[in-house]
Nanobody, 115 residues
Framework: QVTLEESGGGLVQPGGSLRVSCTASGNVDSTYVRAWYRQAPGKQREFVASISTGNSITYADFAKGRFTISRGDVKNRVDLQMTNLKPDDTAVYSC?????????WGRGTQVTVSS
């Protein structure tokens, strides 16, 4: 069993930056993919970015050039650095952890971009 905890959400002005983090605890496998998804009010959840233990990284088109996914300086933590944020980035950002035979989701953290 793996437990995910997201942190770092909040309110930021358009054009600002914010970092959200996802920390896994429990029986974390040595090989996994950690991904960020987001869901805005009234919209379907969408993929944002992912990183594997082999450091293979993928971004959604809207995230390229503005968002950076990386491993944190704490074991089992993955960060998503978001820059030049827009009101359309407002959403609940959730972390997903996938291993060979299991999939886990965090509860999410709210990111609001507003002046």
């Amino acid at each position: 069993q793996v437990t995910l905890e997201e942190s770092g959400g909040g309110l930021v002005q358009p054009g600002g930056s914010l970092r959200v983090s996802c920390t896994a605890s429990g029986n974390v496998d040595s090989t996994y993919v950690r991904a960020w998804y987001r869901q805005a009010p009234g919209k379907q959840r969408e993929f944002v970015a992912s990183i594997s233990t082999g450091n293979s990284i993928t971004y959604a088109d809207f995230a390229k050039g503005r968002f950076t996914i990386s491993r944190g300086d704490v074991k089992n933590r993955v960060d998503l650095q978001m820059t030049n944020l827009k009101p359309d980035d407002t959403a609940v950002y959730s972390c997903r952890h996938s291993e060979s035979r299991a999939l886990f989701w965090g509860r999410g953290t709210q990111v609001t971009v507003s002046s």
